[in-house]
């Protein structure tokens, strides 16, 4: 293998990216990253993160940082699905609430602890094609804000660019278990918006919608339609988004009486995973595994990518590992992880009517409080759908309700 400059080129600074190189750097290996952002800065997505992530903001030392920038906790999930009320917490031990910070907030506090590392992080640097040695990925070539292009070399380049992954699309990563998309979600920020309990959301037929309290104040409230709906809805969509509301009146009057203070922003995405290693390069966050947001697990599946892929990462640059069976496990451990979550997101995302025996599962776990926690804890990623929806647990919720 030639000399490289760097360790590890990490490839996007948000979610991903900041966290995998810091978790990096903190184990002593040497990381450029690159965004072609300016931080802090926005970008499309509204931004929950359930207790699994809180986690691992808190094992990093970073949670603090989060909480004190005024985001309210939210101890609870309050779901409303027309005849019932399901109402619980999602929290654990270790995280007892989640945080809805602001982007602008979150990817700078992330940015600057890859930096405290010892990440050379460059802003504003567009990178623009992998460089190959043979086969293999050995560098990228880019430019900063109006410069000449540079390359630059590493023993791994990391793709944490997102979505649309330029990494992904130079190695030509295998797609798989693909789905299109499903739903068009668009969101804004208001004011004077209280939210029982910190988070509600509303699920009616072929609509739904969720708020909660983020920084400043402020209440995010994202909507989200059939993708079937998406170009008719597109041209008013504050038409479609508050018309949507009237199918909760009580929500809607609350909205009324509230201030709209930003514009609306949305979008809908595709899901697949992709294939995350290969020689010289890795994948993590959406670059890897894009779902729906409806059930919100982009932030935290990409922090649980950054901690899993910086452990693998870190026994290929000591030698007790090779890339190929470092990569590979974290490939299988990500996937078996998702997957069960995956088939309940996509489910969701579809507005595909409940069948009669979920309408009685539903019915069923109302009013149970142990069982309400438990579903909240499934949505929130804490606890496997798989495990979840279990012959044995829904055996034992729908024998507590007979009785
Ligand atoms: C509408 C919407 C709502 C969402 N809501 C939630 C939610 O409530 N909770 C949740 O957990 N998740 C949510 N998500 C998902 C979440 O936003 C993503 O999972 C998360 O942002 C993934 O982080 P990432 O670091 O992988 O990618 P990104 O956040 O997309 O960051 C990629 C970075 O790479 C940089 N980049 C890309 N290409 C290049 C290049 N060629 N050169 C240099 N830099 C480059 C970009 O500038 C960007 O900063 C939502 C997503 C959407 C679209």
Known sequence: MPDSRYDAIVVGARCAGSPTAMLLARKGHKVLMVDRAKFPSDTVS?????????????????????????????STYTMNLGPIILKGSPGTKEAPASYGPRRTVLDKILLDAAAEAGVEVREEFTVENLVFDGDRVSGIRGHGKNGASVTESARVVIGAD???SLVAKDVGAEAYHE????????????????????????????????????????????????????????????KHYLASLDRAPEFAERVRAAKREERYVGMAVPNHFRKPFGPGWALVGDAGYNKDFITAQGIS???????????????????????????GAFQS????HALPMYGFTCDFASFTPPTPEKRQLMGAIHGNQEAMDGFMRMFAGVDSPADFFSDANIGKIMSSASR
């Open 333 to 336: 451990a990500r996937d078996q």
């Open 46 to 74: 509204t931004h929950l993160i359930h207790p699994p992530g809180v986690a691992s903001l808190k094992r990093w030392g970073l949670l603090d940082r989060v909480v004190a920038t005024g985001c309210p906790p939210i």
């Open 162 to 164: 997102g979505l649309n």
């Open 179 to 238: 789905k299109p998309r499903l739903q068009a979600g668009y969101y804004s920020y208001w004011s004077n918006l209280p939210v029982e309990g910190g988070f509600e959301a509303y699920d009616r037929a072929e609509r739904g919608w969720a708020a909660w309290g983020t920084n400043d104040g402020l209440t995010l409230l994202v909507v989200s339609w059939p993708i079937a709906e998406f170009e008719a809805n597109r041209n008013d969509v504050e």
């Open 301 to 327: 599946d990409a922090f649980r990518d950054a901690e899993q892929c910086a452990d693998a990462l870190d026994q290929v640059f000591k030698g007790t590992s090779t890339h190929e069976a470092a990569m």
